[in-house]
């Protein structure tokens, strides 16, 4: 989906030297944003407000129609803008952005699961100035690499426990 142009962001002012300067990145840096689910959440806000704004505007109209039809004052021939479309609009708006929550939250998850069992870097005889200070010394290393070794052979037994009793129960049911 094409993003929407934001309302006083545009090229600076300037020589055309600067201009033509800075539009060079820009559709790298438009084709990173529109991946990242914050930046899309921000951007489908204002959508969203203008969305919400035109359900109301639409209710109230509808309101006001049906009301002078009900006293008698107009006729069912006027054209009134449909109120389910624009709330379709305003549900769709509503949708993406959940998406674009949900998906921010995972990402922020993952990267704390990141942080939290990936090991730090190990310093090297060969260059022990170049690593920083929070890294992990050797001992260290290996006391977590063989933590994720444990662990992932107990995700491996119970993967194989789990199998081993949908095929006795398959068994089971193909002799019934």
């Known amino acids: 989906m094409a993003s929407q142009p934001q309302p006083g962001v545009g090229p600076p002012q300037g020589g055309p030297h600067q201009a033509a300067g800075l539009q060079q990145p820009q559709p790298q ?7 990242d689910p914050v930046h899309r959440f921000k951007m489908l806000i204002p959508q969203l407000k ?5 359900v109301m505007t639409i209710a109230s109209l509808n309101f006001q129609h049906n009301t002078s039809i009900d006293n008698g004052i ?15 609009e ?4 509503c949708d993406q952005v959940e998406l674009c929550l949900r998906l921010a939250h995972e990402c922020l998850s993952q990267s704390i699961d990141s942080a939290k069992h990936s090991p730090n870097l190990v310093p090297t005889a ?7 200070n929070e890294a992990l010394s050797y001992s260290q ?3 977590m690499i063989k933590s994720q ?3 992932a052979k107990d995700i491996h037994n119970a993967l194989l426990e789990c199998s081993k009793k949908i095929l006795s129960k398959n068994q089971q049911q193909g002799i019934m």
């Not at 840096?29 to 991946?35: G, M, N, P, V």
């Not at 203008?50 to 035109?54: D, R």
């Not at 107009?74 to 379709?88: I, P, Y």
């Not at 305003?90 to 708006?93: C, D, E, H, I, R």
């Open 29 to 35: 840096l438009s084709q990173q944003q529109d991946f």
């Open 50 to 54: 203008e969305s919400l704004q035109n």
């Open 74 to 88: 107009k006729s069912n021939d006027a054209a009134v803008q449909r109120f389910d479309k624009s709330l379709e």
């Open 90 to 93: 305003f549900y769709a708006l």
């Open 126 to 132: 060969t260059k022990p100035d170049t690593v920083p």
């Open 141 to 143: 290393y290996l006391s």
């Open 149 to 151: 070794i444990s662990c």
